[in-house]
């Protein structure tokens, strides 16, 4: 039985939400608007700040590096691990992925959960927190759907319930202790990049390009591409698999999503460990969950078989 059906079936308990209740205060979607405006426009000025000679070979590092493992931290750790329980981590791993996740800023990994469990149960049905689908199939739902899917529906002040979508990990002290403290983890995103481009190049104007292109931007460029998955792999995509929804592979999204936009795989088996399944689909989170267990850091990874390809390959059979 799934997490996310023994919550269905479980009573009703006490709330006790890591961070942020059920309902999303004022404040909370003011943050929210200033993550979302202030990276998106620095990343429309990044290609003139560029040509202006305002980007060094310390600020490419020091932004791959903070892409790549909050990149990581999200798609290894919040979707693969804690949502859908792809693999068994020791303490130290899960603790640094619960902690890498948490500095995308994209939310509490609670929270984040609970979101994501919801929109697996109703994927592209009424009860989806991010369906591109919400509004219909003509141009103009489309159109408004697509924009809800991507950031509007993080504005909804109804917030999916914790207790119910992930009640699992708040039994879990490690992530309660580290969802509680998700401001101080966005603040090490923050502050981490310029104070690197200082430590570099011993310079202010080295800490402030470091500043706008390895925090900055990077979030912004983080955040886009992670919403594209349920905006744009929801509405585009080829469908090879079987599932229930509207999830498309698209390709060209493979690689700054770690390997997150092989979706049409995900929602037919969401449990897989590795999305891209064949041997040109790039997917650099399989290949550090695959690393990981060659060091004896996790265990239990649910590796798709050739068995298990087919079977969701297969049409499905009629009622």
């Known amino acids: 039985m799934s997490a996310i059906d023994q919550a269905d079936q479980a009573p009703s308990q006490p709330e006790r939400a890591t961070l942020g209740g059920d309902t999303q205060s004022r404040w909370e979607q003011f943050a929210l608007a200033l993550f979302i405006v202030v990276p998106f426009v620095a990343f429309l000025a990044a290609i003139p700040v560029a040509w202006g000679g305002w980007l060094g070979w310390s600020d490419v590092l020091i932004t791959f590096v903070m892409y790549a493992i909050t990149l990581h931290g999200v798609t290894v750790g919040y979707h693969r691990l804690f949502t859908h329980k792809a693999f068994k981590p020791n303490r130290a791993v899960k603790i640094t992925l619960a902690i890498l996740g948490s500095m995308a800023i994209e939310g509490p990994v609670a929270r984040w959960v609970a979101d994501h469990r919801k929109h697996h149960k109703y994927s ?16 103009g739902g489309l159109v408004k759907g697509f924009v809800w899917a991507h950031f509007g529906w993080l504005f909804d002040p109804e917030q999916t319930p914790q207790q119910k979508y992930a009640p699992d990990l708040l039994k879990d002290r490690d992530l309660v202790r580290i969802s509680r403290l998700f401001w101080m ?63 498309g592979n698209v390709w060209w999204l493979a690689i700054p999503s770690g390997g997150e936009s092989w979706h049409n795989l995900h929602h037919a088996d969401p449990t897989s460990a590795r999305h891209g399944v064949k041997r040109w689909q790039f997917d650099t989170s399989a290949r550090v969950i695959w690393i990981m267990e060659k060091f004896g850091w996790v265990r239990d990874v649910r590796w798709p078989t050739p068995e298990r390809i087919a079977a969701k390959t297969a049409p499905r059979q009629p009622a």
């Open 124 to 139: 592209d049905r009424d009860g989806d927190p991010h369906s591109p689908w919400r509004y219909g199939n003509s141009l």
């Open 185 to 247: 983890w966005v603040l090490v995103s923050i502050l981490l990049p310029p104070a690197a481009g200082f430590l570099l190049t011993w310079s202010w104007q080295g800490a402030a390009t470091a500043f706008f292109w390895g925090t900055v931007v990077r979030i912004g460029l983080l955040h886009h591409v992670t919403w594209s998955i349920n905006s744009i792999c929801h509405t585009l995509g080829e469908r090879p698999f079987t599932s229930r929804d509207f999830s």
